[in-house]
């Protein structure tokens, strides 16, 4: 599709709908976007999608220059839809994402289709009934988020290499650099540049925070 098509796309749906390039940049944006987030295309046209949407899933913030998104669509692998609480013109909501893949004849990058539809009550009910029940019963978060009607998050998506997967398993156990490394017959630097991509594709800062948002996300 050339982009001239997918904005067009973009302005035929009466629900907020936005496009972006492979680069994460704002390509199309209508005028229910406009109504919801309180901002005109003019203003969000060339910005990067994350400094426009200021998302966050369950697991923390998101959007920023690492996306799960874009890597999976130049993977040409469909992305489920996800709840993310956005930046509306009446504050912070939660709304479920939808994203539609498709290529552009010209670019090597396909561009990234978001159709947005506010959830915020019936999220917050989810999140206030599964809070109850890990409360009143004692069961682990991760089975409880199985008893409710959660849908995929975008942490979630983070593509790990098997070797990262089995790293961040260790970790989990309470495992050390050092540990790990003797474990898995590799030094301890490659353990760290593990770990450091690791964070990198979780959008986390610290060893537990991945850990936190891995096990959220239902990764491990």
């Known amino acids: 599709m050339r982009l001239k098509e997918i904005r067009k796309l973009v302005e035929s749906t009466g629900d907020p709908a936005f496009a972006v390039d492979g680069l994460g940049l704002i390509v199309a944006w209508n005028s229910a976007a406009a109504a919801l987030f309180g901002v005109t295309a003019g203003e969000t046209v060339g910005k990067p999608c994350s400094q426009i949407i200021q998302g966050a899933d369950e697991c923390g913030l998101v959007c920023s220059n690492v996306c799960t998104v874009l890597p999976a669509a130049r993977k040409r692998r469909p992305v489920s839809n996800f709840d993310l609480q956005i930046e509306t013109r009446q504050g912070r909501k939660w709304c479920n994402v939808s994203v539609l893949i498709a290529r552009e004849r010209e ?7 978001h159709i947005v539809r506010p959830t915020d009550i019936p999220k917050r009910l989810e999140l206030l009934m ?4 890990v409360t009143e019963t004692g069961l682990p978060p991760k089975s ?3 008893l409710g009607s959660l849908r995929r998050i975008p942490t979630g998506e983070a593509e790990l290499t098997k ?15 050092a540990s790990i490394a003797v474990e898995l017959h ?11 991509q690791i964070l990198r594709k979780l959008n986390a800062h610290t060893r537990l925070e991945a850990i936190r948002r891995a096990e959220r996300a239902g990764s491990i």
Do not use: M
């Not at 670019?107 to 289709?113: K, L, Q, V």
């Not at 070797?163 to 650099?177: D, N, Y």
């Not at 630097?189 to 450091?196: F, L, P, S």
């Open 144 to 146: 409880a988020r199985r």
């Open 130 to 133: 599964r809070d109850f029940i």
């Open 107 to 113: 670019s090597t990058s396909p561009y990234c289709i």
């Open 163 to 177: 070797r990262q997967g089995e790293i961040l398993r260790l970790l989990v156990k309470g495992a050390t650099t």
């Open 186 to 196: 590799i030094s301890r630097t490659t353990v760290n540049n593990h770990v450091q």
